[in-house]
């Protein structure tokens, strides 16, 4: 028997959607990684932010949202490809039909997407960010990169100001034990209520709990990331939703004027 790492049956069994939109950003190598999606301002000024994109890697649907998150905060939103050299997940063996693809997509969550190794990089790319004259960093992921982004957030040593995770998978009330940063979760109606309320609880007892955040969303897993099909008015109205609430969300735990 395989090992299961990721439980959450919406995000092995949802597939990516279609996307039209061009992306306003640029790629080059940065800290370690040979390919880095960047949006927004050239240099890193008072806010920066980094991107923990879901399986299917660079998608337009979540390039489409660090643009928007660039503009409306005048941040540099930078968007890592963890998973090279591996590739991300292909679009064409999703969702796994044979149980032969399930223990591969359940390997690949062991493997290129485990999300304790993106951890590390991740922390590494906001501490060159702080380096480089950022005066406020924070990080958002989405689906696995959720769970990266608070994982990197209770990290002893990182660099990060708030932590933002949209329909996490892998949702787990004890990674938000030692938080000490701002917390925005965005759950959908696929995760798990009781591990989200249990989180919620440990918030509520902590300092940052005045600029944390929280808000789920009544659709599915992935309506903000590869999966989003911004055709349909109802996911296009929650996807918006969930960019401004983020836009709200970083613009108040750094202090920015938003645009």
Excluded at 41 to 48: D, F, I, L
Excluded at 154 to 181: C, E, K, Q, R, Y
Excluded at 235 to 259: I, M
Aim: net charge neutral; proline share 9%; glycine share 8%.
């Amino acid at each position: 028997m395989s090992t299961v790492h990721n439980t959450n049956v919406a995000c092995c069994t949802v597939p990516p959607a279609q996307s039209n939109y061009t992306p306003k950003g640029f790629f080059k190598p940065y800290v370690g990684f040979s390919k880095v999606y960047v949006t927004g301002p050239e240099k890193p000024g008072k806010v920066a932010l980094v991107c923990v994109y879901d399986i299917f890697g660079f998608k337009p649907q979540t390039q489409q949202g660090a643009d928007i998150l660039a503009e409306k905060l005048n941040a540099q939103v930078l968007m890592p490809d963890f998973f090279e050299p591996a590739g991300p997940w292909p679009v064409d063996k999703f969702p796994p039909q044979t149980d032969e693809e399930k223990a591969k997509l359940q390997a690949f969550f062991g493997g290129p997407a485990k999300p304790q190794d993106a951890v590390a990089k991740l922390i590494n790319v906001g501490k060159a960010l702080k380096a480089e004259g950022a005066g406020w960093v924070g990080t958002f992921g989405f689906c696995w990169g959720g769970k990266v982004t608070i994982l990197a957030g209770s990290n002893p040593s990182t660099p990060f100001d708030a932590v933002a995770a949209i329909h996490p998978a892998m949702l787990n009330h004890g990674d938000v034990t030692d938080l000490n940063v701002p917390l925005g979760l965005y759950p959908s109606k696929d995760e798990p209520i009781d591990e989200s309320k249990q989180i919620l609880e440990i918030i509520a007892k902590k300092p940052i709990s005045d600029k944390s955040d929280y808000k789920l969303y009544d659709s599915f897993h992935g309506f903000a990331a590869a999966r989003a099909n911004l055709d349909d008015p109802e996911n296009k109205k929650h996807y918006e939703d969930l960019y401004a609430r983020l836009v709200t969300f970083f613009g108040k735990a750094s202090g920015t004027h938003v645009h």
